[in-house]
């Protein structure tokens, strides 16, 4: 089992920046999405990036959240910006097989953390 973990979460106003981060071992098999989910609601697929660095944003989330990588560090950073209330959610960070495009379709990831929360309130 793989085992992801997520940090970086935390209460924010509107307006404000969070960086989230995913550790993961042998980051480099991977294709990483980040998923949120807000209470009532259904998972939604957030960003994700795969082992050649191509992304893909949700439409909510471009222009405000990047994602990127650090293999060296077997981490990936979500960086959200502008946050606003609808952000409020516990996100996840996830893993599937690197180089089949995933992207944000919950499909074919493997393997999830356990999640972080981020508040998003005045």
């Known amino acids: 089992q793989v085992q992801l973990v997520e940090s970086g979460g935390g209460s924010v106003q509107p307006g404000g920046s969070l960086r989230l981060s995913c550790a993961i071992p042998?980051?480099?098999?991977?294709?990483i999405g980040w998923f949120r989910q807000a209470p009532g609601n259904d998972f939604e697929g957030v960003a994700a990036i795969d082992a050649d660095g191509s992304t893909a944003y949700a439409e909510s989330a471009k222009g405000r959240f990047t994602i990127s990588r650090e293999n060296a560090k077997n981490t990936v950073y979500l960086e959200l910006n502008s946050l606003k209330d609808e952000d409020t959610a516990m996100y996840f960070c996830a893993a599937g097989p690197a180089w089949y495009g995933l992207g944000i379709r919950m499909l074919g990831y493997k393997h999830w953390g356990q999640g972080t929360q981020v508040t998003v309130s005045s």
């Open positions: 042998s980051i480099r098999k991977y294709c």
